[in-house]
């Protein structure tokens, strides 16, 4: 899919209005998992941002990020954020949240409320691809811009891994 020189998401347009370059890449259907986007992106998933909602007891949300073959530790972004017990957010409190649905979320255009969180793991790439905000379409965008324009909390947040 391609959509032209028109498209246009809310994530581009705070790109754009913030002056970060981005490259698109596009995808020929909406996929269900990390392994199959990257896939059809044609790079590693390692080199995604994956976003996911988290949501405390007290209603807090927060926008968690880490390398795309990681999983989020919603204990580590607790105890990061001092707040109480965090769970993913359902699919309709994601949407209600940030204005994307699941799977497209990504870190930038969000509500200066929600607290953003970033693995140290990101600080690790050049580049990484968000989300556009739409299911066909991922973005390359350099990590230093990205950091900057989301100013992010950063903490060890990923699940520890088997083996």
């Given amino acids: 899919m391609n959509a032209g020189s028109n498209w246009q998401t809310p994530v581009t347009a705070t790109l754009d209005s913030a002056h970060i370059g981005y490259q698109v890449l596009w995808q020929s259907q909406a ?32 926008v968690a990020c880490v390398p795309g073959d990681q999983q989020v530790s919603p ?23 940030t204005g994307y649905v699941r799977g497209a979320v ?19 790439y050049d580049t990484v691809t968000i989300s556009s905000g739409d299911p066909h379409a991922g973005l390359w965008v350099k990590v230093s811009e990205l950091i900057t324009l989301c100013q992010p909390r950063c903490g060890d947040i990923c699940r520890a891994q088997d083996g």
């Fill in 75 to 97: 204990p580590k972004v607790r105890q990061l954020l001092e707040c109480r017990r965090m769970t993913l957010a359902t699919e309709q409190q994601v949407q209600s949240v």
């Fill in 106 to 124: 990504a870190p930038v255009g969000l509500s200066p409320e929600l607290a953003v969180v970033f693995d140290e793991r990101i600080w690790r």
């Fill in 31 to 62: 996929t269900q998992s990390i392994e199959d986007t990257a896939a059809q992106r044609g790079i590693c998933a390692s080199h995604m941002l994956k976003t996911m909602v988290l949501r405390d007891m007290g209603g807090r949300y927060a």
